[in-house]
């Protein structure tokens, strides 16, 4: 079975950069698929950040993607999420997912979410 | 940007109720377009994937339809474990992929 787990700081400064990682098991990344990053703000719908494949080819949100790095470590079977510049509207949580395009193009695992809040 | 409107945002219904949720996009999206279910807490869960093909493993009561611009989301028989927030996301334009803004269920 396929298991993402997210981790990182929960607490991020104003203006500092969010940094979340994702562990992947169940799974080898570099297999193949996508892997994205996918966040909630409280009380609002999802919105997509991005997604990286296992060449470390990336695909971003044209909305985040100047202050975003999605990077990719195939030997430890983890990605990676750095948002620079990070403001009140960036508190959310943040959600980890697999992107299958075997049927549909579908986030088909997910991790359990962390959440993230910016504040001084 | 492709826009996903869902509706209604909220409904109420009682446990054997068919219910009904529509998500519509700004251009036609072809059968791009799948839904999620979100319980409280969790993260979300694939159901329908292109639109109105049925994730194995997902029950039967659950179904999809719709191609282009609207799109349909129904539950047969609601049971008191289908409390959650069901959410619509299109594919057709990878960038970005967008998601509708998810309708909350409920039990009467």
């Known amino acids: 079975q396929v298991q993402l787990q997210e981790s990182g700081p929960g607490l991020v400064k104003p203006s500092e950069t969010l940094s979340l990682t994702c562990n992947v098991s169940?799974?080898?990344?570099?297999?193949?698929?996508?892997w994205g990053w996918i966040r909630q703000p409280p009380g609002k719908g999802l919105e997509w950040i991005g997604n990286?494949?296992?060449?470390?080819?990336?695909t971003y949100n044209p909305s985040l993607e100047s202050r975003l790095t999605i990077s990719v470590d195939t030997s430890k079977n983890q990605f990676s999420l750095r948002l620079r510049s990070a403001t009140a509207t960036d508190t959310a949580i943040y959600y980890c997912?697999?992107?299958?395009?075997?049927?549909?193009?579908?986030?088909?695992?997910w991790g359990q979410g962390t959440p993230v809040i910016v504040s001084s | 940007d492709i826009q996903m409107t869902q509706s209604p945002s909220s409904l109420s219904a009682s446990v054997g109720d068919t219910i009904t949720i529509t998500c519509q996009a700004s251009q036609d999206i072809g059968n791009y377009l799948n839904w999620y279910q979100q319980k409280p807490g969790q993260a979300p869960k694939l159901l329908i994937y292109d639109a109105s093909n049925l994730k194995t493993g997902v029950p039967s009561r659950f179904s999809g339809s719709g191609s282009g611009t609207d799109f349909t989301f129904t539950i047969s028989s609601l049971q008191p474990e289908d409390v959650a927030t069901y959410s619509c996301q299109q594919y057709s334009s990878l960038l970005p992929i967008t998601f509708g803004g998810g309708t909350k269920v409920e039990i009467k």
């Open positions: 990286v494949f296992r060449s470390g080819s990336t």
């Open positions: 997912a697999r992107l299958q395009y075997s049927y549909g193009y579908a986030f088909d695992f």
């Open positions: 169940g799974y080898y990344i570099s297999s193949g698929y996508y």
